[in-house]
């Protein structure tokens, strides 16, 4: 089964796919490079996650994140119909967010990935966030399940999480912590497969499922 996700939305949840597919890591502890000096640069707006817009090249990424690592790469989409030239910015193992160019020049940031919880919308959403807090904040959602190329990814059409879409571009990837499939294999095989997930089951909180990945189209 495939489901018929618009080329650009598909752009915009791309995931590396040398990670795991089943689960994402959840960011590690540990404080981060302290790049940032204002409240306003983690939040995440329309057309901005920060200091980042359609108008920053790779230059001005380096020089906003002067202490991290910056490496390059090509983000691979879904089922290999997406690729990106990319640039990852970490602290240490620790990645921090994943940017999305234009072209190989890397003149015009795309998209921004963001795997921070320090970066948030105005609700206060971030990575880290669990389902049961998202849940509480904009009523049920669906997501599809964990083990597939879509897996984690949030169900179009049928919450108020829509509107993050709709308004700022903005979406969700779901996940859990890696090792949860092999200390609770009976949960994790509920929430797995090409199916609906359900924000409402109580086997999420068991499998400690949080927003992974924001996704923020510039």
Known sequence: MKPNLPLVLISLLCLSW???I????MPKEGQPADVLKNNTDYLIARGRVGKISKTTNKKQLSSIFKSAQITDFV???PEGEVENPATRVMNGEKIILDVLWKDASRQQAIAVHIYDPRWHTAAGIAAGMPVSKMQKLFGK???YGFGWDYGGMLLKGNSKLDR?????????L????LGKC??????????????????????LDRLQVKVVKISVGL
């Open 174 to 177: 779901m996940g859990m912590p």
């Open 22 to 25: 089943t689960v994402l890591a």
């Open 18 to 20: 040398s990670q795991p």
């Open 182 to 203: 092999q200390s609770r294999p009976k949960d994790c095989a509920a929430v797995t497969g090409e199916t609906r997930i359900s924000s409402a089951l109580k086997v």
């Open 164 to 172: 993050y879409r709709e308004n700022l571009g903005v979406s969700f």
């Open 75 to 77: 983000d691979g989409g």
């Open 141 to 143: 959602f669906e997501f």
